[in-house]
C-alpha cells in the first residue's frame, strides 16, 4: 500500500508515484548510455520522449 501524499493533491515525484515505469538506476543508464533515444525507448519499452526528456532533465531532474 503507498501510503497517501500529506495533504491531497501535493506532487508525488520520482519511483513513489505509483504509476512510475523508471527507477533512479533506469534514469542513470539511460543518461550514461551512448545509444539514441530510439533505441533506448525500444529496449525500456517506454515512449522515445520520455528518453528523450530523461536525457534532457526535464524529467526525473532530482536524479544526478
Do not use: C, F
Amino acid at each position: 500500500v503507498t501510503p497517501l501524499p500529506e495533504k491531497m493533491g501535493s506532487p508525488v515525484h520520482g519511483e513513489k508515484n505509483g504509476a512510475a515505469k523508471m527507477t533512479p538506476e533506469l534514469v542513470r543508464y539511460i543518461r550514461a548510455s551512448k545509444d539514441g533515444s530510439w533505441r533506448l525507448s525500444r529496449e525500456l519499452g517506454v515512449a522515445r520522449s520520455t528518453v528523450q526528456r530523461i536525457q534532457r532533465r526535464v524529467h526525473w531532474g532530482h536524479i544526478q
